[in-house]
């Protein structure tokens, strides 16, 4: 046959005689498989949504112990604050002392300056170590927003 002549487009099937309806069988046959995928991929939508039903209640308890968290770390602060003002206070009363005593003034007043720098550093530490926390929940917050298209991508494209 020359590639311009006109070809056959139902296949001759030499035991089955009727060649239309092989092909409306083989049109059923895909049918039903159509829809056996269909009613997977139901079952499969309801747990992916069951899935992200449980991730927002993790990510609901999540922000009620950062929220708590947050609370204590407030509290923590007061806490120091308050200790900071009585510090203060008694650092006022030893200098009050102090200026009697000119030889321990030096001592002391080294000793205050020492502490002060370790306040500092760990205050300091403190702080980076709470930015470093809040830049941690915000990329998990964000990485959670993304599971669920990821997951629905990944079911699209027949990955898992």
Do not use: C
């Not at 991929?41 to 039903?53: E, F, K, P």
């Not at 020492?114 to 709470?130: A, N, P, Q």
């Amino acid at each position: 046959m020359r590639g311009n002549e006109a070809r056959n487009v139902i296949p001759r099937d030499s035991i089955n005689q009727n060649p239309m309806e092989a092909r409306i069988a083989r049109i059923e046959s895909d049918v039903a498989n159509i829809q056996l995928n269909v009613r997977e991929l139901r079952g499969n939508m309801s747990a992916a949504n069951d899935a992200i039903a449980d991730l927002r209640v993790s990510v609901a308890t999540m922000d009620g112990k950062l929220d708590a968290l947050s609370g204590k770390i407030d509290a923590a602060a007061a806490e120091a604050e308050a200790r900071a003002a009585t510090l203060d206070d008694k650092t006022a009363a030893l200098y009050a002392k102090v200026e009697k005593l000119d030889v321990r003034a030096d001592k002391l007043d080294a000793k205050i300056t020492s502490l002060g720098e370790k306040l500092g550093e760990k205050l300091s530490e403190t702080g980076k170590d709470i930015a470093k926390l809040q830049g941690m929940v915000k990329a998990i917050l964000w990485a959670l927003g993304l599971l669920p298209v990821g997951f629905t991508v990944a079911k699209t494209l027949h990955w898992i």
